[in-house]
Nanobody, 124 residues
Framework: QVRLVESGGGLVQAGDSLRLSCAAS????????MGWFRRPPGKGRAFVAL????????FYADSVKDRFIISRDNTKNTVYLQMNSLNPEDTAVYYC?????????????????WGQGTQVTVSS
């Protein structure tokens, strides 16, 4: 079983930046792709960003492209989400997830483990 623990959320103003972290344990972290998803208030969970096992491949949702950066440090078993130029539409609970394989996906069906989530609130 993999255990994922997110941190770094909080309340910020529009235009600010935040960096989320997700620490993994219980599995060989470097063998698996990772993803970030978010659930805005009253809405369903949505894909945000993904990164391959090696870190060489990334992909972003259109809504965050050019503002968010996903990265990972396999020596620390941690994946990050750097969020810049935040706006109120980014308000959500953010979840990290571990892929079933080394190749991550935009579909939540391809992830086998999820963190508990961290709240990000952006005020206007």
């Amino acid at each position: 079983q993999v255990r994922l623990v997110e941190s770094g959320g909080g309340l910020v103003q529009a235009g600010d930046s935040l960096r989320l972290s997700c620490a993994a344990s219980g599995r060989t972290f470097s063998n698996y792709g990772m993803g970030w998803f978010r659930r805005p208030p009253g809405k369903g969970r949505a894909f945000v960003a993904l990164i391959s096992a090696s870190g060489s491949g990334t992909f972003y949702a259109d809504s965050v492209k050019d503002r968010f950066i996903i990265s990972r440090d396999n020596t620390k078993n941690t994946v990050y989400l750097q969020m810049n130029s935040l706006n109120p539409e980014d308000t959500a609970v953010y979840y990290c997830a571990v892929s079933k394989t080394g190749i991550a996906s935009v579909s939540s069906d391809n992830y086998s483990g999820w963190g508990q989530g961290t709240q990000v609130t952006v005020s206007s």
